[in-house]
């Protein structure tokens, strides 16, 4: 590997993997992301990400150089290949010759296409969280490993492990984010709708003269007669469109509620 800015560009790679809570985010894209970061530190033929749940594949993401090797590199390991391995053991499948991994029939279908896209070495690292599971990162080379000049096996694999893990972090800081933001979502919006229920209650007790309970009672009679969300029987009486007379005789349809004089 060359050292010439080598650092900087990884130190970027990292930073960038971690960087998942943009409104656009899109995980396909992300990956695809990691992956070019890994092929161009690692001077690879291609990479891809393979997310992985319960020992199946859910997803492929591949790098913009070669997207279509990757992808098929990818989608022939769903019987078997690195990145299942590698995620099964949560350890990295250190680099493998194809060829020699073809001839002791190893990963066949896989090994087969690898070969017809001229593939030479392979190596995978799990996408892990702690101890959470995500997938597998697999790098396609077009040398056997540790032929190069400047090949360092070791600091390849290392290097390959350490974006996988920012990915891994990255991605589960965003099913985080997205999660929460869901929640306060809702929790918003169920403080809203008290707000207006209560709005309304209120408008409604002052109007008829009536206690806030029966004005309740009414609008949630109302709401179950006409089988409409109670938020939504709120909104239409806070902006003046609800039929307020409909409203009333709910009252006098409730149990032990007392008549109220019109």
């Given at each position: 590997m060359r050292y010439a800015n080598w650092e900087i560009r990884l130190a970027s790679a990292l930073v960038e993997a971690a960087d998942t809570l943009a409104e656009d985010f899109?995980?396909?894209?992300?990956?695809?992301?990691?992956?070019?970061?890994?092929?161009?530190?690692?001077?690879?033929?291609?990479?891809?990400?393979?997310?992985?749940?319960?020992?199946?594949?859910?997803?492929?993401?591949?790098?913009?150089?070669?997207?279509?090797?990757?992808?098929?590199?990818?989608?022939?390991?769903?019987?078997?290949?690195?990145?299942?391995?590698?995620?099964?053991?949560?350890?990295?499948?250190?680099?493998?010759?194809?060829?020699?991994a073809h001839a002791a029939a190893r990963w066949p279908d896989f090994t087969e296409r690898a070969l017809g896209h001229d593939i030479v070495t392979t190596f995978a690292v799990p996408l892990r969280c702690r101890e959470n599971l995500l997938g597998a990162l697999n790098v396609f080379a077009p040398t056997l490993p540790g032929t190069g000049p400047d090949d360092d096996v070791t600091s390849e694999l290392h290097v390959a492990q350490a974006l996988a893990?920012?990915?891994?972090?990255?991605?589960?800081?965003?099913?985080?984010?997205?999660?929460?933001?869901?929640?306060?979502?809702?929790?918003?919006?169920?403080?809203?709708s008290r707000v207006r229920v209560e709005q309304a209650k209120g408008m409604l007790a002052e109007r008829w003269g009536v206690a806030a309970d029966q004005a309740f009672m009414a609008l949630r009679q109302y709401a179950r007669r006409h089988r409409l969300p109670l938020d939504q029987v709120a909104s239409a009486v806070i902006e003046g469109a609800a039929d307020d007379a409909e409203l009333l005789r709910e009252i006098d349809a409730g149990a032990g509620g007392p008549r109220v004089e019109r």
């Open positions: 899109e995980a396909t894209r992300y990956l695809q992301q990691v992956s070019d970061r890994c092929v161009e530190l690692l001077d690879a033929r291609a990479a891809g990400v393979m997310l992985i749940d319960g020992g199946r594949p859910v997803s492929l993401a591949a790098g913009s150089r070669h997207e279509q090797v990757a992808l098929d590199l990818l989608e022939a390991q769903r019987g078997g290949g690195p990145c299942l391995d590698s995620y099964g053991s949560g350890k990295p499948v250190p680099p493998v010759s194809i060829r020699v893990d920012a990915a891994a972090l990255g991605l589960q800081n965003r099913h985080t984010y997205a999660r929460y933001r869901t929640l306060s979502g809702q929790l918003q919006q169920a403080l809203s």
